[in-house]
């Protein structure tokens, strides 16, 4: 099972930016979609951004135009840069692989990483 490792959280002011990674154990080249979620305290695990080969990407309404998720194959990482960063993102974000795409809808693959905590405020 591929093992993924969060990194880049922090504690940032509103407005502020950060930019997490999630490191692979293996190869991601043959992985179709890797995306990120999120668990803020007493809220349901919801995705925020996922990305396809190809290219293809989705972001959660509240996030768009403020975050950005990419992947490096050669790397073996996927990105997730964040801007603009309110109150209302603080959670613990957690890395998720093979996303799997059907019928319009994303479903988590069996591998998580360990999550890392953003907490934005002032």
């Known amino acids: 099972q591929l093992q993924l490792v969060e990194s880049g959280g922090g504690l940032v002011q509103p407005g502020g930016s950060l930019r997490l990674s999630c490191a692979a154990s293996g190869s991601i080249f043959s992985i179709n979609g890797m995306g990120w979620y999120r668990q803020a305290p007493g809220k349901e695990r919801e995705l925020v951004a996922a990305i396809r080969s190809g290219g293809w990407t989705y972001y959660t309404d509240s996030v768009k135009g403020r975050f950005t998720i990419s992947r490096d194959n050669a790397k073996n990482t996927v990105y997730l840069q964040m801007n603009s960063l309110k109150p209302e993102d603080t959670a613990v974000y957690y890395c998720?692989?093979?996303?799997?795409?059907?019928?319009?809808?994303?479903?988590?693959?069996?591998?998580w990483g360990q999550g890392t905590q953003v907490t934005v405020s002032s």
């Open positions: 998720n692989a093979p996303l799997h795409y059907y019928g319009g809808h994303y479903y988590s693959g069996d591998s």
